[in-house]
């Protein structure tokens, strides 16, 4: 009995022991696979957009490559611009996180009309200029044209982000992107814009038509005339614009406002004064405007013109030809210092890291 009841305490003793034991493993198992779990039941970060806006130079956009790729050039082509860049530093940022993905809406050879589109509600207006004048020989986009650039593009570059169409109509990037607030999926952490510059070469192509039998002199005076009297005010106008329309629509997250440089300061003598103008402009009369009458205080500028434009003469020269394309001998007229006027590879970089300071400073990050 007692060998009996011996074998019987060891036996409970050792179901004891195997009890702890198992319990212990559970209790381990439950500490190691529970971050597992919880991911499993929705803790996993949550996803955020940053929405690029704007022309080619947001679209990433370089001739050497459209040149290459064609007539397949796909936008993935394209990915080493600002935006990609900027989206990256944005990942790394502990207020935004690697949740961030970017949507980039930019268009190449869009116009400040042209990104608002033809709603009246935006402050667009209905195109007086047809689709044929624009994009027919010596064609260009003016003050008249209020169409979304290129968003038909059944025959032309296609977009990042795809292109848009309501029974037909094109949908601008301002309403695309007034969408893209809306949705709740996925919310917008930074926009950049960058827009403006296709006004400004449209008041030059409009200058060289008007003028080209009168000589160089005419034509420079009739795009200093335009730049200051009718295409700035206009640039200004239409910027305003967008950004109180993404205010009113319940955007209060930081937008960085990407200004402008000149490739062309040996072809257009006294352009440089001209630009300098249109960046002062845009810091110190568009910004203060925004804030004093509409309380937006979450807008920063990025000015490139200091580092594309560094110094004078050749030393400028050869900024230029380092962070843009106009001296590269693949492209038409680089050989001549006359190519194309997209940033250089070292250009988009230098953009990025000027957005991503830009950004640093912005209040509302």
């Known amino acids: 009995m007692q060998a009996t009841n011996g074998s019987a305490a060891s036996l409970r003793s050792r179901g004891r022991l195997i009890g702890c034991c198992m319990a ?18 929705g803790a996993a970060p949550e996803t955020t957009t940053y929405l ?28 080493e611009g600002f935006t990609n860049a900027f989206a990256k530093d944005l990942g790394k940022s502990s207020e935004v996180g690697k949740s961030i993905r970017l949507v980039n809406d930019a268009c ?5 009309n042209g990104l608002i589109g033809e709603n009246a509600e935006l402050g667009g207006e209905t195109s007086s ?9 010596g064609g260009y986009q003016g003050i008249g044209d209020w169409h979304p650039c290129k968003y038909t593009f059944q025959t032309h570059l296609p977009l990042h982000n795809g292109g848009y169409l309501e029974g037909g109509n094109p949908v601008s990037q301002l309403e695309e992107a007034l969408s893209s607030i809306a949705s709740k999926t996925s919310p917008v952490k930074a ?17 060289e038509d008007e003028h080209y039998s009168e000589g160089e002199v005419a034509i420079l005076a009739c795009v200093k005339s335009e730049s200051e009297h009718v295409i700035v005010p206009h640039i200004l106008k239409n910027l305003g614009d967008t950004i109180v329309q ?24 006294g352009s440089d004064e001209l630009q300098e103008d249109t960046n002062l402009a845009v810091e110190h009369e568009l910004l203060p405007e925004l804030e004093e009458k509409y309380g937006i205080k979450n807008v920063t500028y990025a000015n490139p013109f ?26 038409s007229g680089g050989e001549k210092d006359d190519g194309d006027i997209h ?6 970089k230098e953009l990025a890291k000027l957005v991503n300071l830009a950004y640093e400073a912005n209040p509302a990050k």
Do not use: W
Request: net charge negative; hydrophobic share 30%; glycine share 10%.
């Open 306 to 331: 200091p580092v594309f434009n560094k110094g004078t003469g050749a030393k400028e020269q050869a900024s230029i030809c380092k962070y843009t394309e106009m001296c590269n001998t693949n492209d």
């Open 129 to 137: 200029e047809s689709y044929a004048e624009i994009e027919g020989p």
């Open 24 to 41: 212990l493993v559970f209790a381990m198992t439950a500490m190691v696979f529970a971050p597992a779990a919880a991911n499993a039941t």
């Open 343 to 348: 940033p250089s590879p070292t250009g988009y």
């Open 191 to 207: 926009i950049t814009l960058n827009i403006g510059s296709n006004d400004e070469l449209a008041g030059i192509t409009k200058c």
């Open 108 to 112: 190449p050879g869009e116009t400040s």
């Open 246 to 269: 993404l205010d009113e629509h319940g955007y209060t997250g930081p937008i960085v406002l990407l200004g402008f440089y000149n490739p062309d300061t040996n072809i257009l003598p």
């Open 52 to 79: 690029a806006l704007g022309d080619s130079i947001s679209f990433g956009y370089s001739e050497e490559r459209f040149n290459l790729h064609y007539p397949t050039e796909s936008p993935s082509y394209f990915d």
